[in-house]
């Protein structure tokens, strides 16, 4: 294990130390009365029934037999404590971990999220968090209990007889080799068996997500045949795990009875002294039964323990990379954000040298409104992403109100500009949870913002209004209406900057009718920027940038660059006809 997994492992531990240790000692107490009860059952045997003494043994025979029945139940007892606190040790690990990843994540930059796909991210919070639950819920805290039982066990039978101890330890090596191949064989089986788990989910969950499509290209025959095909690999995968898990138990109970028989062959033909009776045999076959489990438990666990760093490792890696987060709490916040924008010689791009913007410089003035236009690929949404400062520049300068906008605070950037995306999110909480967005903001702002969005029809025709909750992804809701909930969570926040990532689905006149009121509406007193795909709504603007590769090649407002008779406005005059 290297030295950084094992000062992770003592960091997620820390907290908890106290309950590990007291499983700890549960554990040992466990163990004791474990190796106590066939000691008991051998002092019955060997100084009562085996030397005819029951006159004598009555009181002895009792006093044992009740010590026995205390003896189970304390067992019992400890057993239950020890379950319970190893479970909370691990609850409580995963609890911290899930916690810990989820906020990195909502801290982490875009960059971090281009860089690792939201899959990766999944499997990460949900299933290697799990290999951790299962380290210390049941690989740690077993570990001591095992040991220590083992211990006790060679240690009592070498003192009773050195003789027999030896024998019966004969088919150890043999307990460990076959648990050893079997195990192996066991985890490739079940990490076949995950592998064709994995494809079957993802072949479910592509399917499920696109149905619609294959509805469409009537291609439900081929989906099919896939289907069976991925369903047959899994089946044929899990084949093997049927065996081996019949194999293993047969396998254990043959070798325990092997040494059980050499144990009885041993004592029976005197190759040990003529001290050892039937309670010591008694003894002993019970002690090497009950070596078994932490044997098998203990190279079971080396392929957790292994799976568990593993996992453990690539979290950290996750989390402890700093370079990855922003920073929200340095950073001036203005008194109040105007909303000049100003870019000046600005270089960007996403991948070393491979330039997206390239010298590129505007102004606009506070309450201004401003179209992006360009064709598709030129870096009109990311001149967007670079106003919410979701990358770095590596030229030039973005100024806000005069203040170089990496030196304003994060959290009060983004809180000033107000961005409604392509295809808005929706989450499936009700419609003023979707439009408060986790902020406290009371009803009256809410009603309000409902008002202005002109989204109170769409909304009241709902059946439990402003609480109805929506389905996934709004997928109930069309593209208009989702844009209508969008427009009322910026009426509520009421930025100062705002930016409207156009819609490209199409959208009925009517929603689109009201969506330009909202437009109106919002871009008053605000800097408005458009990233506009319908010329029909940029006409009225106060300056259109043309962007090409990365560069501004045209700027004005619409009559200024129609008559000028460059780029804009053969697309207009393209437009145009298509209109006539
Ligand atoms: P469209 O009209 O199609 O939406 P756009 O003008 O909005 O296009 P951008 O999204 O700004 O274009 O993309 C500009 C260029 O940057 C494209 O070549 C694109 O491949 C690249 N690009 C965009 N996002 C990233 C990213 N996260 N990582 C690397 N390259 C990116
Ligand atoms: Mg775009």
């Given at each position: ?43 019955v ?70 860089k ?35 211990i ?18 004969i ?55 896939e ?23 047969a ?116 309450g ?14 990311t001149?967007?992403?670079l ?14 109100d ?55 029809n ?11 909750i ?30 409207l ?39 009225n ?5 043309v ?32 209109l006539?």
């Open positions: 294990m290297k030295n950084n997994t094992w000062n992770r492992i003592k960091k997620m531990v820390w907290p908890y130390r106290k309950t590990v240790v007291l499983v700890t000692i549960i554990a040992i107490l466990i163990d004791i009365i474990a190796l106590a009860k066939p000691y008991l059952i051998r002092l045997i060997s100084e009562c029934l085996d030397k005819n003494v029951y006159g004598k043994g009555i009181v002895t025979v009792t006093t044992i037999s009740f010590t026995y029945i205390v003896f189970v139940i304390l067992e019992n007892i400890l057993d239950y404590f020890n379950r319970k606190k190893s479970y909370s040790i691990g609850e409580n690990i995963i609890f911290d971990l899930r916690n810990k990843l989820f906020k990195y994540m909502e801290k982490a930059n875009v960059k971090f999220h281009d690792v796909p939201s899959g990766k991210l999944f499997v990460r919070i949900m299933s290697d968090t799990e290999d951790v639950y299962t380290l210390f819920s049941d690989v740690v805290t077993t570990f001591a209990k095992d040991i220590f039982i083992l006790g066990i060679i240690t009592i039978m070498i003192y009773i007889s050195f003789k027999l101890a030896m024998l019966s330890l088919v150890i090596p043999l307990i460990i080799i076959s648990s050893y191949i079997l195990t192996k064989l066991l985890n490739k089986a079940f990490t076949n068996v995950k592998n064709a788990r994995t494809k079957l989910n993802t072949f479910f969950a592509e399917s499920i997500y696109g149905v619609k499509l294959i509805k469409v290209f009537n291609r439900q025959k081929e989906k099919q045949e289907c069976e095909k991925n369903t047959t690999e899994f089946l044929e995968a899990i084949k093997p795990m049927g065996y081996l898990q019949g194999l293993l138990p396998t254990m109970s043959l070798i325990e009875n092997l040494g059980i028989s050499i144990i009885i062959w041993a004592v029976v033909s005197k190759v040990v002294g003529a001290e050892i009776d039937v309670g010591i045999v008694y003894m002993f076959t019970t002690y090497l039964k009950n070596m078994f489990d932490p044997i098998n438990r203990m190279i079971e666990n080396v392929e957790i323990v292994e799976e568990a760093v593993t996992s453990i490792d690539k979290i950290y890696e996750i989390i402890e990379d700093e370079d990855c987060l922003e920073n929200f709490e340095t950073g001036k916040c203005l008194d109040k954000i105007k909303g000049k924008i100003e870019f000046k010689n600005v270089w960007f791009a996403y991948e070393k040298d491979n330039w997206i913007l390239k010298d590129v410089s505007f102004t606009i003035e506070p201004q409104s401003i179209a992006l236009v360009g064709k598709t690929g030129s870096g009109k949404n001149i967007q992403n106003i919410n400062r979701f990358y770095t520049i590596q030229q030039g300068e973005i100024i806000i005069g203040v170089n906008i990496y030196d304003i605070n994060l959290e009060y950037l983004r809180k000033n500009i107000g961005t409604i995306l392509q295809d808005p999110f929706i989450y499936a909480k009700s419609i003023k949870d979707n439009i408060k967005l986790f902020n406290e903001i009371d009803d009256e702002t809410i009603k309000e913002a409902v008002e202005l969005s002109s989204a109170t769409f909304i009241n025709s709902l059946d439990n209004g402003l609480d109805e929506a389905k996934e992804r709004g997928n109930t809701f069309s593209a208009g209406q989702k844009q209508l909930l969008a427009f009322a969570r910026i009426f509520a926040l009421d930025p100062s900057i705002f930016i990532d156009e819609a490209t689905a199409n959208i009925d006149t009517t929603t689109e009718e009201l969506i330009q009121k909202s437009v109106d509406k919002l871009s008053k007193n605000k800097t408005s920027i458009f990233i506009a795909h319908r010329l029909a709504t940029i006409v603007v106060d300056k259109i940038i962007l090409s590769n990365g560069e501004i090649i045209e700027q004005g407002n619409h009559e200024q660059l129609v008559k000028s008779g460059g780029y804009y406005s053969s697309l207009y005059s393209a437009y145009y006809n298509s006539v």
